[in-house]
């Protein structure tokens, strides 16, 4: 397992990830290309959402603080147009690495997740912002006809910050208490716990496994795990071990 990613390594992937994303766009036959991990989407679409999301963290960073009241996202669409789309995209990836920066890794601001693993800081937006446009960027691979798999430093953060930041949460699992656990081949394992606590998670060492027999274990290469996580790939397409109906409950809790 690797150390937690500096914030300037964090800056330095969302940048690439972005760019990542523009060059999937710029190669994509046209933006009304149907996204087939986001159900309902364009390409347009996602690429407005990106950016949107870009824009509405660089302001969250630098002007909000722990407890306020969700802030509202700028209202302004991307143009349309694949010539005016993409130096849109990248200005909206200027402005928020900008603004991480002059914010700084420490700086308080306002986050939707409980701040049990995940605190609310800039470094921990920055950390989810690395995750968004790393999904996003495969999503936007797919839909041009050309998805990669997902470079393995950001896909191992990206499983780390998930379960850090979406799945640790105090509210009560609503079944009997259970044990997932994730194997990336050679790349790292981690326990996610739910019981009436909540749901929470432990990197795993192969003597911990070994010990502790999980309710369920899965198992896959780093980028299938993430993609997995994301549900961009379906549940029966790793190999389980265990209680196969327990990924599905915890993706619906």
């Known amino acids: 397992m690797t150390e937690p990613l500096s914030f300037p390594i964090l800056l330095r992937m969302i940048d690439e ?20 991990s986001c159900p309902g989407w364009t ?47 990248a200005d909206a990836t200027e402005q928020l690495i900008t603004a991480l920066r002059d914010a700084g890794p420490d700086r308080s601001c306002w986050a939707w997740w409980e701040p049990l693993a995940s605190p609310h800081t800039a470094a921990a937006a920055a950390r989810r912002r690395v995750a968004e446009s790393l999904i996003h960027t495969y999503d936007a691979q797919l839909a041009s006809g050309t998805p990669q798999e997902l470079p393995t430093t950001e896909a191992v953060d990206a499983i780390e910050e998930f379960l850090a930041t979406v799945c640790t949460v105090t509210t ?52 299938e795990m993430a993609l997995l996580m994301y549900m961009r790939i379906p549940n029966g397409s790793l190999r389980m071990e265990g209680d196969a109906g327990l990924l599905k409950r915890l993706q619906d809790s």
């Open 17 to 36: 990830r972005s760019a990542a994303f523009r060059a999937a766009l710029a190669a994509a036959p046209n933006l009304d290309s149907d996204v087939p």
């Open 43 to 89: 390409l347009y679409d996602l690429a407005n959402h990106l950016s949107e999301g870009d824009r509405f963290w660089a302001h969250i960073v630098l002007n909000t603080a722990p407890g306020d009241e969700r802030p509202s996202k700028d209202g302004l669409a991307a143009p349309r147009e694949r010539e005016a789309l993409i130096p849109w995209l």
């Open 172 to 223: 009560p699992w609503p079944s009997e208490p259970a044990t997932m656990d994730y194997h990336a081949i050679r790349a790292g394992s981690w326990r996610q716990t739910v019981d009436a606590a909540g749901s929470r998670f432990t990197r795993l060492t192969a003597t911990d496994a070994a010990e502790n027999k999980p309710t369920a274990a899965i198992y896959g290469t780093v980028s």
